[in-house]
Every structure is written in structure tokens, then in C-alpha cells.
């Protein structure tokens, strides 16, 4: 989109036209980045689903502002590029009449928000591949403009990625909640012998007591001894 040396033409640094050059394509390219920009967002694929319906993103952007700005959507039929759709925007709020080429098409975008997104209705897998948003704003000297968004057409979606995953999730989860009961019943089992051993201890002290009340302090630790066996 932004216009770089492209190098059809060696840069040779030594004679003063490169200078020239060079000088010229960075305020080209200065100049460029105030133009026109298409733009299908962030993700330009989309992975769908036989028979789905699918949206095909792509807005413009420009700094100098718009007027009959021309735009269409192209299909890469193998190395052939075939008109999708197209229009003639005459400024920025106006929801232009597009002409449409291909079956099960329709114009979403309505300019909206500069938005110029289309609708595939039923997909296909012959509608799998590479589609084209392009524009050219006559206020720029006709410069091309364009961006490609790639539709990917499935049978289904990620099937035994969806399964490896459920699995991974299940047998994490899974493990996460065997531990998390292990933790648990660890933690309730050493509660519990605790517990019993709090009241062995107390029966044993208590019974030591009943038994020797004058062995005392004595009495008890000897009895205590035992209990560590239990674990
Ligand atoms: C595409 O999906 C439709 C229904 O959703 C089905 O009838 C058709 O057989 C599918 N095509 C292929 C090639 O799987
Ligand atoms: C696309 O091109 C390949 C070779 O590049 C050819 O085998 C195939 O038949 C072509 N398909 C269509 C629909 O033209
Ligand atoms: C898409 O398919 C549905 C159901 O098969 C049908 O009702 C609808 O008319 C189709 N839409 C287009 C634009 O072909
Ligand atoms: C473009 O318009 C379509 C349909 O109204 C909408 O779903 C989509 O989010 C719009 N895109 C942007 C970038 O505003
Ligand atoms: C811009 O695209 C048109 C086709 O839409 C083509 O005829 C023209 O040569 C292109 N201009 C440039 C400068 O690439």
C-alpha cells in the first residue's frame, strides 16, 4: 500500500540520481501515507464452515478525504482476478449503488463508517481463497490501493483439534479435581486422625489419669508414645 523502492531499479548509492531518487521516494512516501488505505482488520482470514455465511471485512481510511472514490471486491480465480463487486463512492456518508458480479453477494457495508464489508451467503468450497478489497481515490492521482483477505473453507470445524482439546481440558480438569479431592480427603483424613488422636490422647490422659494419679506428668508421656505408630 505504502509506496517503497522497490528495487526495480538498482539504488546505486554512488551517483547523485540516487540521492535524487531517494529523496523522492521518501517524500513520495510521506505523501503516500496520507492516501488512501484498505484495510480487512486485524485477521485478514477467515476460517468457515461449508454452507455458512460469512462476512468478508474491509474499510478505507484517508487523510485527504474521499471524492468518487472507487472500490471493488476481487476473487483470485487462479491467478485470475474476477470481479466480485463494485462501486463508485461519491463522498463519505453516502451508501453507494453496487453492482454485483457473483452469486450470493451482497454489500453490508453500506459505507458506513467508511465500511465497504461484504456478505457471502452459503459458502462453498469452490468460494475458498483469495479476495481482494481495492481502491483508488481519483483525489490522489488514481493510485491503487488494495488488501487481501483469505476465506478458508472446512468441512467442519477443527474436529480432532476440538477433541484434542475437550481431552487436554477433561484430563487437566480432570487431574485439577483429582488433586483438589486428594487435597481434600488428605486434608479431612489428617483432620479426622487428628481429631482421633486429640481424643486418644485425651482418653489416654484422661484414662491415665483414672489409672495413675500419682505417675501425673509422667503417665501421659509414656502413653503418648504409642499413638505415632498409627501413622
Ligand atoms: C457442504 O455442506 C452441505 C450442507 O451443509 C452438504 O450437503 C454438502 O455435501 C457439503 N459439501 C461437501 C463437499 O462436503
Ligand atoms: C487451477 O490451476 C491448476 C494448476 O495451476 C489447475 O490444475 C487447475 O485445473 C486450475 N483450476 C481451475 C478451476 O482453473
Ligand atoms: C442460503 O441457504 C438458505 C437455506 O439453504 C436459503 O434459504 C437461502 O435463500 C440461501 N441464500 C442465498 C443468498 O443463496
Ligand atoms: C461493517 O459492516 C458490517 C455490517 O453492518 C458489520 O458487521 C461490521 O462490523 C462493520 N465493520 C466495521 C469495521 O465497522
Ligand atoms: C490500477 O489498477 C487498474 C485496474 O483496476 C490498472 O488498470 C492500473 O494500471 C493500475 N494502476 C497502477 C498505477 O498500478
Known sequence: MEVRWTGAEPLRLGSPNAAISLIFTLMFGVWSAQGLEMSVGKIPFLEAVNGSTVMLPCTYASCIGIRNLYFNWQYNDNGTM????????????????????????????????????????????????QYTCFGRNPKEMNKNHSTIFTLIVVDELRVVDNTVTIIIASAVGGAIAFLMGFMLLKN?????????????????????????TENGLSGSKGESKPTPKKK
Open 82 to 129: 474476477t470481479k466480485v463487486c463494485e462501486a463508485e463512492i461519491p463522498s463519505e456518508d453516502s451508501d453507494p449503488p453496487v453492482k454485483i458480479f457473483r452469486d450470493r453477494v451482497e454489500f453490508v457495508g453500506k459505507n458506513i463508517k467508511n465500511n465497504v464489508s461484504i456478505l457471502l451467503w452459503n459458502i462453498t468450497f469452490e468460494d475458498a481463497g
Open 188 to 212: 479431612f483424613t489428617l483432620y479426622v486422625l487428628a481429631k482421633l488422636e486429640e481424643k486418644n490422647k485425651e482418653c489416654l490422659v484422661t484414662s491415665s489419669g483414672i489409672d495413675n
